[in-house]
């Protein structure tokens, strides 16, 4: 019975751990979402920058494999290039590590504090507020959790069956390594298993060998999740969580055969007792990351032959209209849903190519705008005539279904135009006249496009799920963009104002972008529109009522 006890605290701790990560996740991405994506977005210029932007994110986030994975979503819309995303990804291993050593460093006491703070902003509305105060709660309750495991961890740290264990893996560490990286997998996280180790090293259960080992497996396990997610991504999303998993896979096979020096050498620089996983653990990934970086290069045209890009599929004909479907409204319209979704795909992929376009000034990427663009017109028309035909078996949802459909798939097409007709022929200028824009035009931009793309996202979702909330943060999103573009405006005309050469060159280029972004911004957040106006949260004018 108290071996039972002694496991149910143990599991306990464990999940408050796990729990308390992913509220430190959710409420940075809450937050600072966006932040943390331009991070990445704009932060991979050079290796050094993407270097630190990997690790300014996975500290924000407290997860490698959410950086990973965004990561590898910016790699397969062609935004970073594979040998930046691999050194995005050594930073982001060492962000892992720096978040151990933090939590490692004594400071439990002030978890109380960390929730009662959290718990304030939480009240607050601002969504920037209420996900920092998710952060600081997730941060305390992963802060308490070590205490709990130390507490948890006492009864087995003097059973005679737990040193018999240990004293087995200790004379076989690649049993050890194994059961590290298992535990890693499963807590999709390499941290967990850190923060697991410590109340052992602190007590003197595990020797310097069998942590080294266990980190080690540890650190290669952190890198399997991201890569069991991507598995059905496209290939440029797999090589870049793939070479993560050979690059740590390489430097765990090198240093394993060396625990036990490694071992020796780390407690003998008085990295004692809980600090020698912690020490373990940062010193693995700053060598990987300085000796790994140099050849970045050559791993990502390692990764691009192992993972070759998939043949090119036709996608001119809609694939989901089946005409056999048409008297049968409720399949029809699942049908023209999934068609439009494909169409919002399509949308999203000229959206990223205009992106591309413009922050490698590169024209290339916008030869396939147009592409997309004629198949984005030819496949809402195809959606058009198919609602049309519809049986007219289907009672009011359908109908009111089917007019959504229709107003998605219309403002799809309109954003598909602004997209190829506007700002596609906008970057098209600056490329091909070799213009600049100041830094601090360049930077209001670049939010606006990720913030676009965000936004287009959230509309996908919000199509099929009709998602009420969420309906709500896309038209405050709406109302964000238009402050931005005014702000961005304003702060454009004081550059002109200051005389500064390149926004001369840039003004007209600048505020044309500015409008196209927010004309598309408008498209996105009309799938909004009607969810809101069912639940009675729409106002029928922004005009105020006359005194």
Known sequence: MESFTVLLNLAGAVCLLLFGLRLVRDGATEGFGLRLRMVLGLGTRNGVRAFLSGLVATIGMQSSTATALMTADFAAQGMIAGRKAQIVLLGANLGTALTAWFVSAGITAISPVLIAVGYLLRRRKTPRATGLGLALIGAGLLLLSVTLLETASAPM???????????????????????????????????????????????????????????????????????????KAGAAA??????????????????????????????????????LPVAAHLAFNIVLAAVTAPFAGLLGSAMARAVPDEAATDAETPRWLDDAALQQPVLALTGASREALAIGDL?????????????TNDPLPLREVAQLDDRVDTLQQAVKVYLARLGPAGGETEKRRAIAVLDYVINLEHIGDILDKGLSGQVEKKVGLGLRFSDEGYRELTALFLTTQENMRIAQTIFMSRDKTLARKLVEAKVDIRRMERESAERHFQRLRGGQTDSLQTSSLHLDMLRDLKRINAHVASVAYPILDEEGLLVESRLKAAE
């Open 238 to 275: 797999r090589r870049v969580t793939l070479g993560n998993l050979a690059v740590r896979g390489a430097g765990c096979l090198i240093a394993m055969p060396l625990a036990g020096v490694l071992g020796a050498a780390l407690a003998a620089e008085g990295a004692a007792g809980a600090g």
């Open 347 to 359: 949308v999203e992929r000229m959206m990223v190519l205009v992106m591309t376009a413009f922050r």
């Open 157 to 231: 740290r003097d059973s005679p069956a737990l040193a018999a264990f240990l004293g087995l893996l200790d004379g076989a560490w690649p049993v050890a390594f194994a059961v590290a990286a298992g535990l890693a997998v499963l807590c999709a996280s390499s941290l967990a298993v850190i923060v697991l180790l410590l109340p052992l090293a602190a007590h003197g259960s595990l020797t310097p060998a069998l942590a080294v080992a266990m980190v080690l497996g540890a650190n290669f396990g952190g890198a399997i999740p991201p890569v069991l997610a991507t598995l």
